[in-house]
Protein backbone atom coordinates (compact mmCIF):
# COMPACT_ATOMS: atom_id res chain seq x y z
CA UNK A 1 0.00 0.00 0.00
CA UNK A 2 1.27 3.28 -0.96
CA UNK A 3 -0.04 6.82 -1.13
CA UNK A 4 1.40 9.51 -2.56
CA UNK A 5 0.03 13.57 -1.84
CA UNK A 6 1.00 15.85 -4.53
CA UNK A 7 -0.31 19.52 -6.09
CA UNK A 8 1.26 21.88 -3.17
CA UNK A 9 2.36 24.97 -4.13
CA UNK A 10 2.20 28.71 -3.44
CA UNK A 11 -1.00 30.44 -3.48
CA UNK A 12 -1.95 33.38 -2.78
CA UNK A 13 -4.83 34.28 0.37
CA UNK A 14 -8.35 34.11 -0.98
CA UNK A 15 -6.94 31.84 -3.45
CA UNK A 16 -7.56 27.85 -4.59
CA UNK A 17 -5.44 24.94 -4.34
CA UNK A 18 -6.37 21.38 -5.18
CA UNK A 19 -4.37 18.59 -3.58
CA UNK A 20 -4.57 14.76 -4.90
CA UNK A 21 -3.90 11.84 -3.44
CA UNK A 22 -2.99 8.61 -5.40
CA UNK A 23 -3.26 5.36 -4.25
CA UNK A 24 -1.52 2.18 -5.51
CA UNK A 25 -1.62 -1.27 -3.70
CA UNK A 26 -5.38 -0.84 -3.03
CA UNK A 27 -8.92 0.80 -3.76
CA UNK A 28 -10.76 3.49 -1.99
CA UNK A 29 -14.01 1.13 -1.40
CA UNK A 30 -13.23 -0.11 1.91
CA UNK A 31 -10.90 2.53 2.90
CA UNK A 32 -11.21 5.58 4.94
CA UNK A 33 -9.23 8.72 3.55
CA UNK A 34 -8.12 11.35 5.73
CA UNK A 35 -6.15 14.63 4.78
CA UNK A 36 -4.01 15.82 7.67
CA UNK A 37 -1.64 19.28 7.89
CA UNK A 38 1.66 20.06 10.24
CA UNK A 39 1.78 23.84 10.56
CA UNK A 40 5.33 25.05 11.86
CA UNK A 41 5.83 24.62 15.13
CA UNK A 42 2.12 23.05 15.44
CA UNK A 43 0.62 19.21 16.09
CA UNK A 44 0.03 17.44 13.24
CA UNK A 45 -3.78 17.73 12.69
CA UNK A 46 -6.96 16.48 10.94
CA UNK A 47 -8.85 18.56 8.69
CA UNK A 48 -10.86 16.43 6.19
CA UNK A 49 -11.58 12.45 6.88
CA UNK A 50 -14.28 10.63 4.07
CA UNK A 51 -15.17 7.40 3.65
CA UNK A 52 -16.84 6.85 -0.13
CA UNK A 53 -19.09 3.93 0.45
CA UNK A 54 -20.84 5.58 3.83
CA UNK A 55 -21.09 9.03 1.66
CA UNK A 56 -21.05 12.30 1.76
CA UNK A 57 -22.82 12.31 5.00
CA UNK A 58 -20.30 10.89 7.08
CA UNK A 59 -17.42 13.21 6.12
CA UNK A 60 -15.39 15.00 9.12
CA UNK A 61 -14.62 18.27 8.48
CA UNK A 62 -12.00 20.39 11.37
CA UNK A 63 -13.77 23.75 12.47
CA UNK A 64 -10.86 25.18 10.54
CA UNK A 65 -11.67 24.13 7.21
CA UNK A 66 -15.16 23.56 7.35
CA UNK A 67 -17.45 25.45 4.34
CA UNK A 68 -14.00 26.13 2.42
CA UNK A 69 -12.26 22.40 2.02
CA UNK A 70 -14.33 19.54 -0.16
CA UNK A 71 -13.01 15.93 -0.73
CA UNK A 72 -14.04 14.21 -4.36
CA UNK A 73 -12.87 11.03 -5.91
CA UNK A 74 -11.92 9.74 -9.12
CA UNK A 75 -12.31 6.11 -9.08
CA UNK A 76 -10.30 5.55 -12.87
CA UNK A 77 -7.30 7.20 -10.98
CA UNK A 78 -7.74 5.46 -7.85
CA UNK A 79 -7.59 9.23 -6.74
CA UNK A 80 -8.82 11.46 -4.38
CA UNK A 81 -8.66 15.24 -4.55
CA UNK A 82 -8.67 17.59 -1.86
CA UNK A 83 -10.04 21.15 -2.62
CA UNK A 84 -9.12 24.32 -0.72
CA UNK A 85 -10.74 27.30 -1.17
CA UNK A 86 -10.88 30.54 0.13
CA UNK A 87 -7.11 30.19 1.94
CA UNK A 88 -5.71 31.89 4.50
CA UNK A 89 -2.20 32.56 5.55
CA UNK A 90 -2.41 29.77 8.32
CA UNK A 91 -3.66 27.67 5.89
CA UNK A 92 0.19 26.81 5.48
CA UNK A 93 1.51 23.49 6.09
CA UNK A 94 2.77 20.05 5.07
CA UNK A 95 -0.36 18.14 4.26
CA UNK A 96 -0.44 14.47 3.84
CA UNK A 97 -2.93 12.06 3.24
CA UNK A 98 -3.52 9.07 4.79
CA UNK A 99 -6.12 6.26 5.10
CA UNK A 100 -7.09 3.16 7.26
CA UNK A 101 -9.79 0.27 6.46
CA UNK A 102 -13.25 0.13 7.89
CA UNK A 103 -12.07 3.09 9.74
CA UNK A 104 -15.35 5.68 10.75
CA UNK A 105 -14.33 9.21 9.15
CA UNK A 106 -14.24 10.68 12.77
CA UNK A 107 -12.20 7.82 14.10
CA UNK A 108 -9.37 8.50 11.25
CA UNK A 109 -9.67 12.05 12.16
CA UNK A 110 -9.65 12.15 15.96
CA UNK A 111 -5.82 11.75 17.55
CA UNK A 112 -5.00 11.62 20.99
CA UNK A 113 -4.93 15.23 22.90
CA UNK A 114 -1.82 16.88 22.77
CA UNK A 115 0.44 14.56 20.76
CA UNK A 116 -0.44 15.07 17.20
CA UNK A 117 -0.80 10.95 17.17
CA UNK A 118 -3.69 9.54 14.83
CA UNK A 119 -3.73 6.00 16.19
CA UNK A 120 -6.64 5.37 13.32
CA UNK A 121 -3.92 5.35 10.71
CA UNK A 122 -3.31 2.47 8.61
CA UNK A 123 -1.15 4.00 6.03
CA UNK A 124 0.66 7.45 5.69
CA UNK A 125 1.74 9.26 2.65
CA UNK A 126 4.40 11.94 1.79
CA UNK A 127 3.20 15.20 2.43
CA UNK A 128 3.07 18.07 0.05
CA UNK A 129 4.28 21.88 1.15
CA UNK A 130 1.32 24.45 0.75
CA UNK A 131 2.32 28.08 1.63
CA UNK A 132 -0.18 30.59 1.99
CA UNK A 133 1.09 33.88 1.25
CA UNK A 134 0.88 37.26 -0.64
Known amino acids: VQLQASGGGLVQPEGSLRLSCTAS????????IGWFRQAPGKEREGILC??????????YYADSVEGRFTVSRDNAKNTMHLQMNNLKLEDTAVYYC??????????????????????????WGKGTLVTVSS
Open 98 to 123: ATAFMESPVGLCTGVAGTGDYPGVNY
Open 25 to 32: GFTWDDYT
Open 50 to 59: YNSAVGAGST
